[in-house]
């Protein structure tokens, strides 16, 4: 199972820190992600991260503003949010995959958490 926390209301410039916590063994070898869900918009990719390598991939509008990592000890992964903007307001789920790698598309995810809102003023 996958827990996602740390969702909020935040001021427009202002940061959060998502976490997303795995049960036991499950977190190990799987590729991570974060995708979001705007109102009234299609769930989009946000980063992911592999296991192995730690190599992450991010969405050209969160690059440079968001960091995404893991803690393998642990079995959690986070999702740094800096320099938040209105725009960045959504449900944000994270998943895993079981294979070492990341991935842009949500339908390569075998696992969701359950989402934490993230409402950022302007």
């Known amino acids: 199972q996958l827990q996602a926390s740390g969702g909020g209301l935040v001021q427009a410039g202002g940061s959060l820190r998502l976490s997303c916590a795995a049960s036991g063994r499950f977190f190990l070898i799987y590729g991570m992600g974060w995708f979001r869900q705007a109102p009234g918009k299609e769930r989009e990719f946000v980063a992911h991260i592999s296991w192995g390598t730690g190599g992450t991939r991010y969405t050209d509008s969160v690059k440079g503003r968001f960091t995404i990592s893991r803690d393998n000890a642990k079995n959690t992964v986070y999702l740094q949010m800096n320099s938040l903007k209105p725009e960045d307001t959504a449900v944000y789920y994270c998943?895993?995959?079981?294979?070492?790698?990341?991935?842009?598309?949500?339908?390569?995810?075998?696992?969701w958490g359950q989402g934490t809102q993230v409402t950022v003023s302007s």
């Open positions: 998943a895993a995959r079981r294979y070492d790698s990341g991935s842009d598309t949500d339908s390569m995810y075998d696992y």
